[in-house]
């Protein structure tokens, strides 16, 4: 059975990559924020397939194959004749924050649930899974009919026993404004059993990331087990909402990381590091400090995707 199926868009990354002669040099890789937790998940030994749209291009086709280097099952990966996937840049400043440019009207992606077949598709492939992962980006890139048809998917699979992580990764262009993407996510709340929210994300989308106000909200929408990320501040857990409130809440201090070049990536690596420590069993406090090991990892390097080799050294055994 797949443990973790994780629903998303995968694009082609231009990250910066030094300059040659007066130029600036770019690297070619592939990732998108749910893909990216995926691969890391699959490296951390984690059973995890990954439901999207391709086309059917160079770039399309080597993105299969980098998923399947990597162990991800890909039954569920569609490919679309003549279509190509998204594209964006990334720009770093100084102290490794990132800006980002898109090109992905053109995407696939962007299409999932739109017809019978992908809603049908998605159902079939539930049977066999313990937990969906999906993100804000994931509802942002679909239509308003697409959006509340997946909703419903995840009610009844939650029904049925399964399990929904939510990530509330903000992106203001995907949206036609802020209350679509706020009821939106509000909306995805209400369907999720664990929660990796980051709190500037909750600030720019509910209008504050204080603990306090996003736990309130998290419980009185039912999610179970909330982990807040704060960038280099302590991660902020809270598990059994009751009567309005969390019996148990932790405060996971993130340890200093020196030499920061690239923070892509660094709240869905540490989603892979969480998940893959408390599906082997670990409380949530010890799965968060591993969740910032794996974030303090990629976060040294450029790019989405750490060189798989770096990856597990750092970690070690």
């Known amino acids: 059975m797949v443990q973790i199926l994780a629903v998303g868009e ?9 300059e040659a002669n007066g130029k600036k040099l770019m690297a070619l890789g592939y990732a998108g924020d749910t893909y990216n937790t995926s691969i890391y998940l699959s490296r951390l030994g984690v059973h995890t397939a990954y439901f999207t749209r391709l086309g059917d291009d160079l770039y399309s086709r080597e993105v299969v194959q980098t998923m399947q280097e990597e162990g991800l099952d890909t ?6 004749s003549g279509r190509t996937p998204g594209l964006y840049l990334i720009a770093n400043q100084a102290n490794g924050e990132r800006h980002f440019s898109f090109w992905r009207n053109q995407s696939p992606a962007r299409e999932m649930f739109a017809a019978t077949a992908s809603i049908a598709a998605l159902e079939q492939r539930l049977k066999n899974v ?5 993100s804000g980006i994931t509802l942002g890139i679909l239509s308003d009919d697409a959006r509340r048809d997946f909703m419903w998917i995840l009610q009844n699979f939650r ?3 399964g399990k929904v992580v939510f990530d509330n990764n903000y992106r203001p262009q995907l949206w036609r404004d802020r209350e679509q993407a706020r009821v939106a996510m509000t909306e995805a709340l209400h369907v999720t059993d664990t929660a990796l ?3 500037d994300d909750a600030a720019r989308l509910w209008g504050s990331g204080a603990t306090v106000d996003v736990l309130a909200m998290c419980s009185t929408a039912g999610v179970a087990e909330v982990v807040l990320k704060c960038g280099p501040n302590p991660v902020q857990l809270a598990l059994r909402p009751e009567s309005g409130a969390y019996a148990e809440q932790y405060s996971v201090p993130v340890p200093p990381v020196s030499g920061v070049v690239d923070t892509t990536a660094a709240g869905d690596s540490f989603n892979a590091g969480y998940l893959s420590a408390r599906l082997r069993g670990a409380d949530p406090v010890d799965a968060a400090a591993f969740g910032s090991r794996c974030a303090g990892v990629v976060i040294q390097h450029r790019g989405a995707i750490v060189e798989r080799a770096i990856f597990a050294a750092a970690l070690g055994p």
């Open 10 to 18: 995968v694009m082609v990354e231009l990250a910066p990559a030094g």
């Open 75 to 80: 039954e569920s990966v569609e490919i679309v």
């Open 130 to 134: 313990e937990q969906v992962y999906f």
């Open 159 to 161: 029904a049925g026993g």
């Open 197 to 199: 929210l980051t709190d």
